[in-house]
């Protein structure tokens, strides 16, 4: 747990909360101190990055890529003019967006399928 977390009704729940109730309850508690990149990470400031299209420093912050899975969407059919498919996809409501309409990446990426590895270029589209 971070320094800084919070949970439950109004957020009121805090590492010092859970502290007073680790004997009670029997668990164990790690308060981690913070993580800087510049200033204080936080999920406040990785969500920021995310909204405003900024995913590389994101990845830096979390030390992977941020990913969703999603449903593919009928779309306009704009690959085909493009000279490769891209691909629509309608966002989770529980995930943080990136800026509306934007493309993640363009880039190539290889998918092991049961009898060889392919590789595909593909965009995505998010809405």
């Known amino acids: 747990m971070g320094r800084n977390h919070t949970f439950g009704r109004d957020a009121a729940g805090t590492p010092a909360t859970l502290a007073a109730l680790r004997e009670e309850y029997g668990f164990r508690l790690y ?3 913070g993580v800087n990149w510049g200033e204080t990470v936080s999920s406040t ?3 920021d ?3 405003h299209g900024d995913t ?3 990845k830096a912050m979390l030390g992977y890529d941020y990913g969703f899975c999603g449903q593919v969407q009928r779309g ?3 690959g085909t003019s493009l000279g490769f498919p891209t691909a629509n996809i309608e966002f989770p409501e529980d995930k943080v967006s990136p800026p509306d ?4 990446r363009k880039r190539e990426y290889r998918r092991k399928t049961a009898r060889r590895n392919n590789e595909y270029r593909h965009a995505s589209h998010i809405r």
């Open 31 to 33: 308060v981690m101190p």
């Open 49 to 51: 990055c995310i909204r």
């Open 56 to 58: 590389d420093s994101a």
């Open 101 to 104: 309409g934007g493309v993640l």
């Open 45 to 47: 400031r990785i969500r």
């Open 76 to 78: 306009r059919h704009i």
